[in-house]
């Protein structure tokens, strides 16, 4: 059964650094998410996308973040300057459509 | 927005006990109601959904009731195996959004 990816599985770094994480969503999907995840506690929504334009976003997805669709499998997520409080697991999702998402693994990131 | 409340918070079981969880939800807009399982560290999988169309839904030892009058849907999972033990978390959705609104989760621990 086809799964998402991401990469790196981990991410260390220093505040105010970009970091980039990268998604692979199910080749079929339409539909493409980024959700975060601080230790310990829900899944919160950023941002969902479609037809190469956001569609949705949360009030946590600020003018630090941006998506990106560059070709036609990757999905990124951009943090222009990362704060201490970015720290958490960050997951993509897709979906055929805007209804059951399929996760994947995430990625830790880590802000010092 | 849409908030989604969910009790309780931790829940230990004797293993062959059911489990329940309760949600709630505040938009009488929403429409779909997925439920997820998170084991220690890995994405959420969902292990069922249900729709504003339909009052309960049951796919082997798990099964999922919604009263849209209430605004409540709860999980039941009968025969509780140890391998059930992870943090569980129910969502809702509009149809129509892309938004994905997550509960707080439950820590299930079923003692063998």
């Known amino acids: 059964e086809p799964e998402v990816t991401q990469t790196p599985s981990h991410q260390v770094t220093q505040m105010g650094q970009e970091v980039i994480l990268r998604c692979v969503p199910i080749?079929?999907?339409?539909?493409f998410y980024w959700y975060r995840q601080i230790l310990g506690q829900k899944v919160e929504f950023l941002v969902s996308?479609?037809?190469?334009?956001?569609?949705?976003k949360s009030e946590i997805f600020d003018d630090q973040f941006s998506v990106e669709r560059p070709d036609g499998s990757n999905f990124t997520l951009k943090i222009r300057s990362t704060k201490l409080e970015d720290s958490a697991m960050y997951f993509c999702?897709?979906?055929?459509?805007?209804?059951?998402?399929?996760f994947g693994p995430g990625t830790r990131l880590l802000v010092l | 927005g849409e908030n989604v409340e969910q009790h309780p918070s931790t829940l230990s079981v004797q293993e062959g006990d059911s489990a329940v969880i309760k949600c709630t939800y505040s938009?009488?807009?929403?429409?779909?109601f997925p439920w997820y399982k998170q084991e220690l560290g890995k994405r959420p999988q969902l292990i069922i959904d249900?729709?504003?169309?339909?009052g309960e839904k049951k796919d082997q030892r798990i099964a999922v009731t919604l009263n849209k009058t209430a605004k409540h849907f709860s999980l039941h999972i009968t025969e509780t195996q140890p391998e059930d033990s992870a943090v569980y978390f129910c969502?809702?959705?509009?149809?129509?959004?892309?938004?994905?609104?997550f509960g707080s989760g439950t820590r299930l621990l079923v003692r063998p």
């Open positions: 938009d009488s807009a929403s429409n779909y």
């Open positions: 999702a897709s979906s055929l459509q805007a209804a059951t998402r399929s």
């Open positions: 996308f479609y037809n190469n334009e956001i569609s949705e």
């Open positions: 969502a809702a959705s509009v149809d129509s959004s892309y938004k994905l609104i």
């Open positions: 249900i729709r504003s169309n339909v």
């Open positions: 080749s079929n999907h339409l539909y």
